[in-house]
């Protein structure tokens, strides 16, 4: 699951507006940029590891460009057969939190993730879908800590223009924490926690180097508390509030291969 919510979700607060619709309340917040550099090593078969590192931008700010946070991450996938395959991935998010006083600290949020993925084919397309689980050990506030589980659902198709490989791709993803026995006095959550929609075209120059240029809506569900004007007097209600960030990134990826040379083999896209 992208950082980008909840951790950097504050800072891009201060450029939302809102727009009111029955009783949820919709907010776009600034547009985010998320450019990330990726080191695959091919294993045997389609199994392979992964490095990349991304940070995620905040264009435009106050202050010009602001880097809200840096993302390190290791992983490893294992293919069972051609349809079945899983993995594990380990993160981490790292930013500076300002303080009062003028003072800031940095602070790093560690999450381990295990993951399952099924790929079906139809005709030329291929279509599949991952599920993952993750524990998010916040840097912050062990309050913060949580489990959270995810589904991801995408579509694609591999084809040739002269010498260079081209890959269009839609994928749409859901997520929600875990919640088992929740205080009662905890604050009221919504089903999900997050979604994302993901449109990308991959372009592949040759067995080792591939970079993807794609474009997202992450949105994160929430309940926001009431407010009120300086008399007292309720100016916006208490009630669902779905927050909607415009992403903007560029995968760029060099693939290695066990033994050197390059052989065949089915690789995902740089959306691992």
């Known amino acids: 699951m992208t950082k980008i919510f909840p951790a950097t979700l504050v800072l891009a607060f201060a450029g939302l507006t809102f727009t009111a619709h029955a009783q949820t309340r919709r907010a776009f917040v600034s547009t985010l940029l998320q450019p990330e550099a990726q080191v695959e090593y091919a294993l045997n078969g389609d199994d392979y590891l992964l490095f990349s590192t991304n940070g995620s931008i905040l264009p435009g700010g106050v202050d010009g460009i602001t880097v809200l946070g840096v993302e390190g991450r290791a992983g490893y996938e294992h293919f069972w057969s051609e349809k079945w395959s899983g993995g594990s991935n380990l993160s981490a998010y790292g930013r500076q939190l300002a303080s009062f006083g003028g003072t800031s600290k940095s ?37 913060y800590t949580r489990a959270s589980g995810s589904l991801r659902l995408d579509l694609d198709r591999v084809f040739m223009l002269n010498q260079v490989g081209l890959r269009p791709r839609v994928s749409v993803a859901a997520a929600a924490f875990l919640r088992l026995q929740r205080p009662e006095d905890e604050p009221k959550e919504r089903v999900i926690d997050f979604t994302f929609a993901r449109a990308e075209v991959g372009i592949r120059f040759s067995p080792h180097f591939d970079f993807t240029p794609w474009v997202s809506l992450d949105t994160s569900y929430n309940f926001a508390l ?47």
């Open 107 to 143: 602070v790093v949020d560690v999450t381990p993730e295990l993951f399952l993925r099924h790929w079906n084919t139809f005709g030329q397309f291929n279509f599949r879908q991952r599920l993952g689980a993750e524990y998010s050990f916040s840097g912050i506030d062990a309050r």
């Open 226 to 272: 009431e407010q009120t004007d300086d008399q007292g007097r309720v100016t916006t209600p208490a009630g669902p509030l779905n927050l909607t960030a415009p992403v903007f990134g560029l995968d760029v990826r060099y693939t290695l291969f066990r033994g050197g040379a390059p052989y065949e083999r089915r690789q995902l896209p740089t959306q691992h």
